[in-house]
């Protein structure tokens, strides 16, 4: 199947520091994909540069068949990659409403009309409650963001990057803050959105490897900028060098 | 427009509208300043209360607006207010575009200082170009038609008074309704969604830097409409218009009415034209009053006049809903 995100030969250096060096991963349609490492092996120089927020120093970073270095946020939303960050990120001023409709905004095209009266869009209504209603936030769509809880938060946060109607969506960390009864939930909710969505691949950047162990078809795990391994959970799983320099420890079952 | 605030809004253009029948010249002559203030705050608060990027030199577009008026109506004889009232729109946007494109880069302090340096280096070209700009004297800004009308059988006082004054507050209740509207749209939204987290914005497809620009030369228009205003009711456009601390009383205007709602700054641009009118009268200190008036909004009433309006509605809902 043909790679919709795709690293090749990408290396990274900030001064003398090399933060990823000569990564070639893929991500294909249909896939869910982890991306894992102890801290500091470039996972987020990865993130960034998939997500077109850093250019690599040498190499290239395709969506889609381009190359979409440095090509920035906004772009990246228009061409049908959103992303989550690992710390929550909302606007705490503007409702549930407001938030999703930010996005549908964006994803429906509308932003420069400057005249036109938003609350009386049936578009960006009807896609407002609906992406609500798939996070379960349906109840809550004229609460300001700031007074929802930590949970609501999240959901609130990856709700609106699913607005965009991504193609790709790449989750950095999405359970960090949540507690472990909430973390398998959570990651169900993403996935059933994903599919509902018609999303056709998920990125997950985790730390919790029973996350990574339950949900993904593939895992790729970075070590001191380098790809330490790229394979399915069960020999992921099954290599006691990997998970010592990836977690420090055998995973207990 | 919501229930409450429609009622609020008719209710004032209404006092607004009494204020000729019932009280001496005066009174109408001096509120002329404050439609030129509140039509120019409406864009200075686009900016700031709902972009977050606190302007420190927006005088400048004032002084645009009145030299504007001087150049067009003065040096050529254009004797419609109207075509002059576009053409310093136009030439508000033209100016704010280069000097956006630059000041937006940066936010916060950043921002402001820059917006501040670009104020003062109008206001040092105003002052030292006397052949252009006449200096300290300024150019006188001549009497116009407005709506075709010469109304000769006025004098200036009553021109002002009367059919000017109602022209004002037409024009912002005009200017009022299209900000409504501005800050009720899809891109009104997106100018709040910048200014709460620019980051998570720009993943969700916001154009920060070009919608920064947009709120800065919208508010750059308002400016400029407001600076002909105060430039007709003077007679006169001279440098102080654009000086620093003109900026500043922008700014006190808009903390003073709450800048965190949309009528906070008409209600500021009011509260301190009739407090300075009223201080000047009584103390020659009235500058020190001012001061300690700002600094007490800043440290009790953080939302302003419209924070102490917003909570004597809440409360007295809570009291209807008991």
Redesign the interface.
Same mark, same amino acid.
């Given at each position: 199947m043909t790679a919709i995100v795709e690293t090749k030969n990408v290396s990274k250096r900030f001064g003398d520091f090399r933060a990823l060096d000569d990564v070639s991963v893929a991500v294909r349609e249909g896939e869910f994909v982890s991306i894992v490492g102890p801290n500091g092996a470039g996972k987020t120089t990865l993130v960034n540069l998939l997500?077109g927020l850093l250019i690599p120093s040498n190499g290239q970073v395709f969506f889609k068949g381009t190359d979409i270095a440095g090509i920035?946020?906004?772009a990246?939303? &228009?061409r049908g990659m =959103?992303?989550t !960050?690992q710390l929550v990120?909302? !606007?705490?001023?503007?409702t549930v409403a407001?938030?999703i409709?930010?996005?549908v905004? #964006?994803?429906q095209d &509308?932003?420069?009309?400057? !005249? #036109? &009266? %938003?609350?009386s869009?049936g578009a960006?209504r009807a896609r407002v409650r609906e992406i609500a209603g798939i996070f379960g936030l349906d109840g809550r769509l004229k609460s300001e963001s700031r007074l929802l809880s930590q949970g609501e938060k999240k959901l609130l946060?990856v709700a #609106?990057?699913f =607005? %965009?109607n991504p193609e790709v969506i790449l989750l950095d960390e999405p359970t960090s803050g949540v507690s472990t009864a909430e973390k398998h939930g959570l990651v169900q909710i993403l996935i059933d959105a994903a599919k509902k969505a018609g999303v056709k691949a998920i990125i997950l950047i985790e730390h919790d490897m029973d996350l990574v162990a339950a949900y993904s078809h593939r895992i790729i795990a970075l070590s001191e900028g380098k790809v330490l391994a790229d394979l399915p959970p069960k020999p992921f799983f099954a290599d006691p060098v990997i998970i010592e320099t990836v977690i420090g420890r055998r995973r207990s079952t | 427009m919501r229930g409450a605030t429609a009622m609020i809004v008719a209710a004032g253009v209404v006092a607004l509208g009494l204020v000729p029948v019932l009280a001496p010249p005066f009174y109408a002559n001096l509120l002329i300043p404050f439609f030129g203030y509140a039509i120019a705050l409406l864009g200075f608060n686009l900016l700031f209360g709902y972009t977050g990027l606190l302007s420190f030199g927006h005088a400048m577009f004032l002084g645009l607006g009145a030299y504007g008026a001087a150049v067009m109506a003065g040096e050529n004889g254009i004797k419609s207010f109207e075509v002059v009232l576009l053409g310093v729109a136009l030439a508000g946007a033209l100016v704010a575009l280069p000097i956006g494109l630059l000041c937006v880069r940066f936010i916060g302090i950043f921002f402001g200082m820059l917006t501040l340096a670009f104020g003062m280096l109008t206001h040092a070209i105003l002052f030292k170009f006397y052949h252009l700009t006449g200096g300290d004297s300024g150019m006188r800004v001549p009497r116009m038609n407005i709506l075709g009308l010469e109304f000769q059988a006025y004098n200036k006082i009553e021109l002002l008074a009367g059919p000017f004054y109602y022209y004002c507050l037409g024009l912002l209740v005009l200017c009022g309704l299209v900000m409504w509207r501005i800050v009720h749209s899809p891109f009104g939204l997106h100018l709040r969604a910048l200014s709460n987290n620019a980051q998570k914005a720009e993943y969700l497809g916001v154009r920060v830097y070009q919608f920064r620009l947009a709120a800065f030369v919208i508010s750059a228009i308002y400016g400029a409409i407001g600076g002909a205003i105060l430039g007709f009711r003077i007679g006169l456009a001279d440098p102080e218009i654009v000086h620093w601390t003109h900026s500043g009383h922008l700014v006190f205007m808009t903390v003073l009415g709450g800048f965190s709602s949309f009528l906070g700054p008409i209600a500021g641009a009011l509260a301190l034209t009739l407090l300075q009118d009223q201080l000047q009268s009584i103390t020659p200190y009235w500058r020190f009053i001012l001061g300690a008036v700002l600094a007490a909004v800043v440290i009790f009433l953080p939302r302003g006049l419209a924070g102490i309006a917003g909570t004597g509605a809440a409360l007295a809902k809570r009291r209807a809903a008991a």
């Open positions: 997500t920035g946020a906004v990246l939303a &228009k =959103a992303r !960050f990120q909302i !606007f705490p001023q503007l407001e938030t409709a930010a996005a905004v #964006s994803q &509308k932003a420069w009309r400057l !005249f #036109s &009266k %938003l609350a869009d960006v946060d #609106s990057a =607005a %965009l | -």
